[in-house]
């Protein structure tokens, strides 16, 4: 196949999909389903808390965390979905990556609060075991909720034991890799 012939390929497959995937949200994850309201609701109430319990005097360094966090597990997430290892089944939009409810509210609002916390009471290495804790929590309590209601689906061997460890690794990251630029900025 010539170069040319692979990217009229690749359009049209691509196209197809798209399609596909717009009639698939509009009959089972568009504003006219009830699990619209739920994914909605994941997106939102988190960001919510934010306003009212975020730290204001530390709002960079805690914005900065869970913005990497989001980062990591949007990417973590893009790479599980295209590759059909982890597939977000209800999604906000069809437009954006299907996770973006957990990967940009849930997860990193979560998180974000743990290290708001343990940083808060000088406890920096409670960190590590509140996000154990809270790892754990999303892995084995919510992802097979998740699971039984067809919100996600997890395929070619993915279970909930590597979800643990995929946002116990980007927890741990995310916390480095903020105390790195702390310690940058404060020269």
């Known amino acids: 196949m010539t170069y040319t012939e692979y990217w009229d390929q690749i359009y049209s497959n691509i196209d197809e999909l798209n399609s596909l995937i717009l009639s698939y949200w509009n009959e089972y994850s568009s504003p006219a389903t009830w699990e619209f309201s739920i994914v909605l609701s994941a997106t939102l109430l988190p960001l919510i808390l934010i306003y009212f319990f975020v730290d204001r005097r530390r709002i960079f360094e805690i914005f900065f965390f869970g913005y990497t966090v989001h980062v990591l597990w949007t990417y973590v997430s893009l790479l599980l979905e295209s590759t059909l290892y982890f597939i977000q089944q209800r999604f906000l939009t069809p437009y954006l ?91």
């Open 97 to 187: 990556p299907f996770s973006l409810n957990m990967t940009a509210s849930v997860l990193p609002v979560a998180f974000l609060f743990v290290y708001q916390y343990c940083t808060n009471k000088g406890k920096n290495y409670y960190f590590f075991l509140y996000a154990i804790v809270v790892s754990a929590l999303f892995a084995f309590g919510l992802a097979p909720v998740s699971v039984y209601l067809e919100y996600i689906d997890l395929r070619k061997g993915m279970n909930y034991f590597h979800l643990f460890l995929i946002d116990i690794g980007i927890a741990f990251t995310a916390y480095w890799f903020t105390r790195l630029v702390l310690k940058a900025q404060r020269g």
